[in-house]
T-cell receptor
């Protein structure tokens, strides 16, 4: 059975204090690993897709990396508007084989 | 309208009521999904439609009934729900298998 574990559950950072979120996964045949951002009361917003170990993608202050067992979401010099819950998901096989983690709730304090 | 829209945004219903959730995607995607999101739990995939054909998900109680009349619209019919069904119900769409999903804002459902 596919598994996704995200850590930490919650993270509190000072504005400008860089850090990383972790997504560890177990999947037979990874087709893609996805990062989403979810603000309170809203649906998840797509950030990145990673397909193979060694791949990296960047968007503004965020950088996602992938190894064979885990993915990191690096946040450089975060701002208060980066506060949200960050979700990781893996896809294995067909449409129904998508497994989400429980997320990391990030709070950036001014 | 752009992206994925859902109505209603909030719904309160009794255990004996029948209601429906509606989702519409304006992205030209081929697949649509229903998810349940409960506090402290990961998103739970309920149903998937690919090119208007349903992919079975046997773990979902029969009190939830999906309908996909065309590739842009998705419904979730609800009847005889239980209080534990209270959650945020999210609709999503994707271009194809293995692609990123785009989510709607969700319907916050409360079952009394």
């Amino acid at each position: 059975e596919d598994q996704v574990t995200q850590s930490p559950e919650a993270l509190r950072l000072q504005e400008g204090e860089s850090s990383s979120l972790n997504c560890s996964y177990t999947v037979s045949g990874l087709r893609g690993l996805f990062w989403y951002r979810q603000d309170p009361g809203k649906g998840p917003e797509f950030l990145f897709t990673l397909y193979s170990a060694g791949e990296e993608k960047e968007k503004e202050r965020l950088k996602a990396t992938l190894t064979k067992k885990e993915s990191f979401l690096h946040i450089t010099a975060p701002k208060p508007e980066d506060s949200a819950t960050y979700l990781c998901a893996v896809q294995n096989g067909g449409y129904q084989k998508v497994t989400f983690g429980t997320g990391t709730k990030l709070q950036v304090i001014p | 309208e752009t992206g994925v829209t859902q109505t209603p945004r909030h719904l309160v219903m009794g255990m004996t009521n029948k209601k429906s959730l509606k989702c519409e995607q304006h992205l030209g995607h081929n697949a649509m999904y229903w998810y349940k999101q409960s506090a402290k739990k990961p998103l739970e995939l309920m149903f998937v439609y690919s090119l208007e054909e349903r992919v079975e998900n046997n773990s979902v109680p029969s009190r939830f009934s999906p309908e996909c009349p065309n590739s842009s619209h998705l419904f979730l019919h609800l009847h005889t729900l239980q209080p534990e069904d209270s959650a945020l119900y999210l609709c999503a769409s994707s271009q194809a298998e293995g692609h990123e999903q785009f989510f709607g804002p969700g319907t916050r459902l409360t079952v009394l």
